[in-house]
């Protein structure tokens, strides 16, 4: 995020005019929140919507942050949207605080070298609606639209888009920072455009011998997936062998459905992934519903964290 972006999201927290929206379905977009602060009453009154969009998954948080152009329009909204269903389920609104002196040297200490590989975060009005889709963007031109535009990008190619890779024979990450760095270490010298969420295996199947955790990335062409594919699968990995192989991917109005077509060459723990993959975001998305809820003040004080 630009200096510019920092200082007006400042303004909106020490002025009281952002609030935190959650309660989401992983699958809500953009524009849906939008819908539903216009049928709300808030479509002149909101300036912006600062939301994260996966664009390997197509999935936001479970929360965003709305920015309003006047204090009193962000109280009525605390008060009204409190009401407010979004596809049959109650969206959950609270102030949004600067973050304490603590706070911000915690994000300080960050790796102060890391790039995430896409940046998701950003303002859904903002950003040039006309761009060609089919291009690749620069990482400070990224963020929700971006994702929705490569999205999209990969709906229309259907059958045809042979540019995802499944990434097999991960062990447990530690924080998606840790897992997009070591997943930018073990990519280098691919073009890649986007890594997606590293993905937990069922319980049995993590406890058998090996590493089970995978992800799925976005290559930037069929020529650079089919390298990926060829250089990494069976490579060593942390006492393990990667399973690399590429996707049958389904758009459906929920997102992307995918099954894994596995290696080249067979293997029960690369077939087996498949069911596996499903159960874990099953039971994964189950969790995350849940702590979404016990940590909604958490993310409330974070708000200006992109």
Not at 141 to 147: D, H, I, L, M, Y
Not at 231 to 242: N, S
Not at 270 to 279: H, N
Not at 292 to 298: C, G, Y
């Given at each position: 995020m630009d200096v510019r972006s920092e200082t007006q999201q400042g303004d909106a927290l020490s002025e009281g005019r952002r609030i935190y929206v959650g309660n989401l379905l992983y699958t809500v977009k953009p524009n849906d929140v939008e819908d539903m602060l216009r049928q709300s009453g808030f479509g002149e009154s909101f300036e912006k919507l600062h939301i994260s969009v996966d664009p390997v998954s197509g999935r936001n948080p479970g929360y965003c942050f709305v920015e309003f152009t006047t204090r009193e329009e962000a109280d009525r909204a605390l008060k009204s949207l409190p009401n407010t269903h979004l596809f049959n389920r109650p969206v959950k609104v609270?102030?949004?605080?600067?973050?304490?002196?603590?706070?911000?040297?915690?994000?300080?200490?960050r790796g102060a070298e890391y790039k995430p590989t896409f940046q998701r975060w950003g303002d859904w009005k903002g950003g040039d609606e006309?761009?060609?889709?089919?291009?690749?963007?620069?990482?400070?031109?990224?963020?929700?639209?971006?994702?929705m535009q490569h999205l999209d990008m990969r709906k229309r190619r259907g059958s045809r888009d042979k540019t995802q890779l499944f990434i097999g024979g991960l062990d447990m990450m530690i924080n998606q920072e840790h897992h997009d760095t070591e997943m930018q270490k073990l990519l280098e010298g691919f073009e890649y455009v986007a890594i997606g969420k590293r993905i937990t295996p069922r319980a049995e199947t993590r406890a058998m011998p090996g590493n089970h955790h995978y992800c799925f990335v976005d290559f930037s062409s069929v020529e650079e997936a089919e390298r990926a594919a060829k250089?990494?699968?069976?490579?060593?990995?942390?006492?393990?062998?990667?399973r690399v192989g590429f996707t049958r991917s389904k758009w459906t109005d929920q997102g992307w459905k995918r099954a894994t077509d596995g290696p080249r060459e067979s293997s029960p723990?690369?077939?087996?992934?498949?069911?596996?993959?499903?159960?874990?975001?099953?039971?994964r998305e189950r969790s995350e519903k849940q702590?979404?809820?016990?940590?909604?003040?958490?993310w409330r004080s974070g708000a200006s964290a992109n």
């Open positions: 609270g102030p949004c605080h600067p973050k304490t002196p603590a706070q911000s040297r915690w994000r300080g200490s006309n761009a060609n889709p089919d291009s690749q963007p620069r990482a400070e031109e990224q963020g929700p639209r971006v994702a250089a990494l699968h069976g490579a060593p990995f942390k006492g393990d062998k990667l723990s690369a077939t087996g992934g498949q069911q596996a993959g499903q159960d874990g975001r099953d039971r702590r979404a809820i016990m940590t909604a003040n958490s």
